[in-house]
Structure formats: C-alpha cells, structure tokens
Nanobody, 121 residues
C-alpha cells in the first residue's frame, strides 16, 4: 500500500522559513515525479514545485521561484520543500503527490493528506 505522509507544517510569521517533508513508501518511485501542491481556503489546489525522482529536474510555480526549493533523498524515500521568506499568501494546506511530469492534479496517482502552513503578519 502506497503511503505519502507530509510533516513539517506549522504557524510562522512572514519572512520566516519552514521545511516540509514527504515520506513516500509502498512502492518504488523510479520514473515518477514528486510534487508539492497547495490549496488555500476558497481557492483551487495548485502545484508549487516538482522534482524528478530518478533525475534532477525541478520546476517551480512563478509565485515561489527564488523562495522555495524542492529536494529529495532517494535513500530515505523522502522529498522536501524548503520555504523561505514566507508570505501571507503562502498560507495553505500543502500536499505531496507522486505522478507524472505534469502540473495538473489528474496526472498524480498518489497523494498525502496534507499539512497546514499558517503565516501570520
């Protein structure tokens, strides 16, 4: 059974940093893309960053470029989202997902349950 488990969310102030982790288990993810999505209240879920599990390709939403960094540790079957210079608009539930190299949700087969990131001024 595949499991994707996020951790690391919390309450921070604007300008602070936070690192999210996603522990993936239950299968090999060779060839998959591992991504972070987020969903703020009243908004659609959007992709934030993605990384090739078997390669080094990464991609970011324009809104987080230069502030967020996605990385992975294949040996630990874990990938991360380092979030720096957090803004109020970054507040959301963050989800990790595994699927194909795409930005649409439908391309992702496995999902975590989400972790809340709250940003206060």
């Amino acid at each position: 059974q595949v499991q994707m488990v996020e951790s690391g969310g919390g309450l921070v102030r604007t300008g602070d940093s936070l690192r999210l982790s996603c522990a993936a288990s239950g299968r090999t993810f060779s060839g998959y893309t591992m991504s972070w999505f987020r969903q703020a209240p009243g908004k659609e879920r959007e992709i934030v960053a993605r990384i090739e599990w078997s390669g080094n390709g990464t991609d970011y939403a324009d809104s987080v470029k230069g502030r967020f960094t996605i990385s992975k540790d294949n040996a630990k079957n874990t990938f991360y989202l380092q979030m720096n210079s957090l803004k109020l608009e970054d507040a959301a539930v963050y989800y990790c997902a595994a699927g194909s190299w795409a930005v649409r949700e439908a391309a992702y087969k496995y999902w975590g349950r989400g972790t809340q990131v709250t940003v206060s001024s």
